[in-house]
């Protein structure tokens, strides 16, 4: 065996990240000459910039090349070589900070507008029937307040529009002269247009009394439907179609419930086949029909228009289809099984809202440059590429990351280290183009130790799962999972190989930073995509597969590796959260109560035995058999178990991008099922072994590699 140091590594960037507590960056601006760049590589001033010649020059720290300082920008330089106005400029101190993009960066070199979000709803049967469209309606009421505005704004420069669709499209006319809003009907789909101009998209403050008028209305007006066939991809047109003609970015909220086969472009019919389950054709199911929402990805690109997707499904509707614009655009897609208003309802508001007020930025390009002996060669998340450097987002929020793999082909240097600037030009929720400069120096070493000690296994875990998702589209999932444990094993020989100290052959030795790469890396290939089980919804493993393709770091730990928070012996007083445990039937008990969340799911777990203070105390019950079977809330009693419960519940709920229903399960209830198979150390309940079994099976690859 070779020993081979692994040739990639990885950053991810979450470019739009908001730091806690949210501190906007400097913003620097040089008026019309715009930002100082490197004349040959383009990279933006930064601290890595080195300046010579007493000021009058800089020499790039990507490139080498040397650039003249302009007349405005040039100040002395100290006794240590370094410019005096060091600390007073953000570009040359800071890590991340915003450059006033000029019109050169704007499209069409005109100034950028505002950004509108355009909410579309499907008024079919099933919306109407479940109480959906009621409820959205009156919750936009109030959401539209929280609208996202530029910073230090007193109001929101977003401009809204309303849709409903069946199978054709109603546009709303809420110019704020009018005293009622206008319908406008568009019944041909195959060629979309927008029937108004004026008066569709406006702003909320001053249209208020005639958007409210229309949100009314809106759930009476369908009450009677029967229409239960809708159409999908004209209304997405119709969404880019207006922001066009608009001539301003933004984003689509399409709130839909079943799968489109009213006759439209994008038409789409039933292709779930279980029969293709773990065989060589089973990656059909995760490719999206080919054709118009191709064309639509592209279109919205090009426009800035992103596109989040609320699903209500009853049954199979093609998420692997449906889900592809929002997934190129860097969009969501929300799913609600079987939506009811009574136990969804809330939990479906949460997401909404969290959505609507996030901090988002629209019709972005970002571009990673790097000092010379390494570059930056994939990238994964909600992008779209139309060329190997330039990665365009029709938007880009703080709950999406994009991972890049970056691989040297030369050397590099240990004493100067490697720089990486990742630079983004966007436009913001109110309508200015800005860059946002985030850099990164790192160590460079020669010795494999080195590179062991300061290895991510959280960023390698993230980069994993997203090639081997990626990979499903092309390979049988079989080999996916063996080229994962390929892998590992060769990572871990590896190490085993160059750094660890001779030791018994037997022993199985993970570098400290590793330790829990195994149990990580076990867990991603029990995931849904990866696991080739008939039981499992076409539709969630679809569903699963592109959200992780935008995860970010954290979501993706979290996602493989759930929190079991024990509940029945906590502090009640104070704020802390009991540690969590291991993932493990073998942590549970029947005297115990137990939390478990993975930011998508979320459980209550009670053992036949738990303390009966703590069910009185949860619930208001003498016992755990007075519990009704399937309650989804914790009721808001005034006692220490229950504060301290639901102040958890709630925490968790702020900290994740996703809103959690919560599942209130008993041990040897039905729905136990469901939890157990979140307890990833134990076997998979749809196939994958037990992390033991799984860390016997590497420790035998490691020795086969090593002899
Ligand atoms: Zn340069």
Redesign the pocket.
């Known amino acids: 065996m070779e020993s081979e140091p692994p040739k990639a590594f990885l950053r991810q960037c979450y470019p739009f990240l908001s730091l806690p507590p949210r501190t906007p960056l400097y913003l620097v601006n040089h008026g019309e000459t715009g930002p100082i760049r490197?004349n040959?590589?383009k990279?933006y001033m930064c601290p890595y910039m080195q300046f010579i010649d007493g000021g009058r020059r800089f020499q790039?720290a990507?490139?080498n090349?040397v650039n003249e300082v302009p007349v405005f920008y040039f100040q002395h330089l100290d006794h240590m070589g370094r410019r005096m106005d060091f600390y007073e400029r953000p570009e040359l101190s800071l890590g991340s900070y915003e450059f006033s993009a000029t019109l050169d960066y704007c499209k069409n070199n005109k100034p950028a507008s505002a950004p509108a979000y355009i909410f579309m709803i499907d008024v079919s049967f099933t919306n109407i029937k479940s109480g959906l469209v009621r409820l959205l309606c009156d919750e936009l009421k109030t959401l539209l307040d929280n609208l996202p505005r530029e910073e230090g704004a007193e109001s929101s420069a977003i401009k809204v529009g309303f849709v409903t669709y069946n199978k054709i499209l109603h546009f709303y006319n809420v110019k704020s002269a009018l005293a009622q809003p206008q319908m406008m009907v568009v019944s041909d789909t195959a060629e979309m247009f927008v029937p108004l101009l004026d008066g569709f998209l406006v702003s909320y403050a001053e249209s208020r009394a005639v958007i409210h008028n229309l949100l009314d209305q809106i759930p009476d007006m369908f009450a009677d439907t029967n229409e239960s066939e809708t159409v999908f991809a004209p209304v997405i047109q119709a969404g880019v179609e207006a922001l066009k003609a608009a001539e301003c970015s933004g984003k689509l909220f399409i709130f839909h419930a079943s799968i489109p086969t009213a006759e439209a472009p994008g038409k789409l019919k039933n292709r779930d086949d279980k029969k293709l389950v773990s065989t060589d054709k089973e990656k059909t199911l995760f490719h999206p029909v080919k054709g118009v929402y191709e064309q639509l990805s592209k279109d919205c690109v090009a426009q800035g228009c992103s596109v989040d997707l609320f699903l209500f499904p009853s049954q199979y509707l093609d998420i692997a289809t449906m889900g592809d614009v929002p997934a190129h655009t860097g969009g969501a897609v929300y799913k609600y099984s079987n939506f009811q208003v009574e136990t969804d309802g809330e939990h479906f508001l949460r997401d909404l809202r969290k959505d609507v007020e996030k901090p988002i930025g629209f019709d972005a390009i970002m571009r990673v440059r790097t000092s010379t002996g390494f570059r930056a060669t994939d990238f994964f998340g909600g992008v779209y590429m139309n060329n190997t450097t330039d990665v365009e987002l029709a938007a880009v929020d703080c709950d999406h990351a994009i991972t890049v793999e970056l691989k040297h082909d030369d050397t590099l240097s240990e004493e100067t280290g490697a720089f990486m600037q990742c630079a983004l030009l966007y436009t913001t929720v109110g309508g200015q183009r800005r860059l946002r400069v985030h850099n990164l120096s790192l160590n460079c070493s020669s010795q494999l130790m080195e590179l062991f000690k300061s290895c991510e296994t959280d960023s390698l875990i993230n980069f994993f799962a997203k090639t081997a998702y990626r990979a499903i589209l092309k390979q049988p999932l079989k080999s996916v999972r063996e080229i994962l444990v390929n892998q590992t094993a060769h990572m871990l020989a590896c190490y085993r190989k160059n750094c660890a100290s001779p030791s018994a052959a037997s022993q199985l030795i993970l570098p400290e930073t590793m330790k829990v790469f195994p149990v990580y890396m076990n867990s991603l290939m029990k995931t849904a995509p990866l696991v080739g089980s008939t039981e499992l919804s076409t539709d969630d493993r679809a569903h699963q597969r592109l959200a992780v393709m935008a995860m970010g770091v954290e979501d993706t730990q979290l996602l493989l590796y759930p929190r079991l928070i024990p509940l029945h012996n906590m502090e009640l007083e104070g704020e802390a959260v009991p540690s969590p445990l291991r993932c493990s039937e073998d942590r549970l008990s029947d005297g115990g109560a137990f939390l478990l969340e993975n930011g998508h799911a979320l459980f209550l777990w009670l053992g036949q035995a738990c303390p009966p203070e703590l069910i009185q105390g949860l619930f208001n019950l003498p016992s755990l058999a007075h519990l009704q079977p399937n309650t989804n809330v914790l009721p808001e009693l005034d006692s220490p178990q229950s504060r301290k419960v639901r102040a958890i519940v709630s925490s968790l709920m702020q900290q994740r991008p996703n809103s959690m229903k919560l599942q209130i399960v008993r041990s040897k209830d039905k729905l136990e099922v469901l939890f157990r198979q979140f307890l990833v150390e134990d076997k998979g309940l749809y196939g994958g072994a037990s992390y033991m079994d799984f860390l016997c099976y590497v420790h035998r690859e490691i020795r086969t590699l090593l002899t």
């Open positions: 490197c040959r590589c990279a790039c990507f490139c090349c």
